[in-house]
């Protein structure tokens, strides 16, 4: 098996710094990396994060995720002139990110303005075995004659973000001629950060160490002969601690410790040890696709690293930011991106991750109770974004208006609710697929019946029945509305998901039961009508349409808002992303394909895609309906968010949601995997041009690798498994064969699927 592509990045741009910087950023889902390069550029934003490191730096400011002291940036001196790919001439470039290992390489030869040649390559990872660690080697040889060259490089503390400085440096150290170390606290001292440096520098160098201005820095200058080669060997160590009786001299020894080992193994071996973790990795999730286009491949390799890099396994009490830990795009939050988009892939191929996720959600059930509590409900009240500790973190007001000085309030945390359902969805997911008794019987019935407390004590009653009022649906472009379909049908089904969950557990009280039935049997679910259109709420179907095409060919950047006011847009029938569609995706089984294709058909037109979160979704809806090109061109441009041409979209971070849903189409739009009450489902429909797609898949408990071709279904299972093939349910054991043309296929030319895997035969 060939363990996966590369990123390329065609060549040096200023205008693509800081998206390059994104895309290629090293982690290891403790720490994230920005791809910045060692030489300083005004335009490049540096970035390093560790999961949970979250602080508030001032009144009326939410948590945010810290931007740590920069270990990346070394200062070049070649001949006294300082290395800047903005002056001389680069004659040869080549940068590449190796998702197969996660190491970042480049090389160039550059001319400097004095005419002198050099070669210059750096290498750099986040240690996939060690999380703590970040080695770099950074390689110069002066090509045509001697040079003298100098590096300065160290503990950058002057790191900010975007300005907002979060640590006090407490304490800097030299150890010798090699080690330096920083120790930093968070401004409200709540959080300790040790960040401790090997610096060696091959040959003779002269070398000092200064600390100036939040800068701790190793100089070293030496003479090296053309041909030559001086190497900087740079070995980080970060670790941090949130624990009150933590003891600082306590981690900044055990780190200086730690380096010192690694230290005395060097980069090459350290890498070798990172490399078989990544191998793993690829071993136990890696989606394999064969087809005319290689682009397609290297997008799923992308989305796999990234999804692998930007994950907390090593701890629950963290969860995923909306740009990963590759930048400071939405403060490092956590949103329903992380249920939706992004669990979904650990529940098939590494559950415990999974299980892990939820349970960041189970430990921040106080937050979630006291928003409730605060806003006059029951139950658990999640908060639209939020950091480590599980309160609100949704910032108050968003843009201001320049020439009125008022600012823009953001409605999100008061009223995008849905978010409570979407967390019981996963819950649900994490169940069908896995079986997991014991944590459904504790964690899992806990949010689920907190989550269906919050709906019941949500819902008001009007006109003889229940209604769910003034939310904002997925669809963040029309505010303050009643009975938004999303809304209502997902929050029945958290409902009728707890009361399931709770029945078989013993759990709940007979008011819960009284009260979950009569939400079960009161709320109002909007209707779908003769044409199969679902009323996205209770007025969205009486406002006028407009013409949205040329917004559309600028989907994400959010355009109408030049044109139209927020509350003008409000008024008109503009989706910003997925929502009506969003809920045939999240309910399968509740619309059949008639109704998918009528809502893909109404609401697409009126759908910008102004978030990243819209077009996957099309597309594997597109999918399950049959309509494999459409999905297949939803799914490229979903990839596009990140890996297209555009050169900014990407600068505060990559697009986690997007991200994940590249996995998501691959697997639940092609190759059709959906849970059912009664289990998993696949139903694929390859894209024309994939001869094969190979995929691992976990299913309760059983390890299994799908192949999927145009004629045939493949299944490799570690042991017995049962799951539903179209419209059969299917045991298979060892290996298993089948023919797609032993499938009832559709006049669409799909295997039919509708309502046929409700329950069990
Ligand atoms: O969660 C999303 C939301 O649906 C649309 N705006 C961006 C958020 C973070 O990705």
Redesign the pocket.
Known sequence: MMYATTLNEPGFSPHSLNKYASLMASGNGYMGVRATHEEDYTVQTRGMYLAGLYHRAGKGETNELVNLPDVVGVQIELNGAPFSLLSGHLEQWHRELNFATGELHRSVVWQAPCGAHFAIESRRFASAAQPELFALRLTITPLDTAARISLSTGIDATQTNTGRQHLDETQVRVFGQHYLQGVYTTQDGAAEVVISSFCHISGEAQSNVTAKNRRLLQNSALEVAAGERVTLEKITWITWSDDSRRESATLSGQSLQALRECASRGYDSLFSASKSAWRRFWQRSRVEIEGSDPRDQQALDYALYHLHIMTPEHDERSSIA?KALTGEG?KGHV???TEVFLLPFHLFTAPDVARQLLRYRWHNLPGAREKARRNGWQGALFPWESARRGEEETPEFAAINIRTGVRQKVASALAEHHLVADIAWAVIAYWHATGDERFMAHEGVDLLIETATFWISRATECNGRLEIHDVIG?D?YTEHVNNNAYTNYMAHDNVAQAVHVARHFARGDEAFYASAAAFLQHLWLPECDENGVLPQDDTFLAKPAIDLTRYKVKAGKQTILLDYSRAEVNEMQIL??ADVVMLNYMLPDRFTRRECLANLAFYEPRTIHD???SKAIHGIVAARCGDVPQAYQFWRDGIDIDLGEEPHSSDDGI???ATGAIWLGAIQGFAGLSLHQGGVKLAPRLPAHWQKMTFPLHCQGVAMRCTLTHQHINIEAAASVSFWLYDQYVTVEGEASFALSDFILSAAGTATTEGLCSRKP
């Open positions: 909306a939405y949103f329903w991106d997925p963040e910003k992303q978030s990243s979160l697009h986690a949601a």
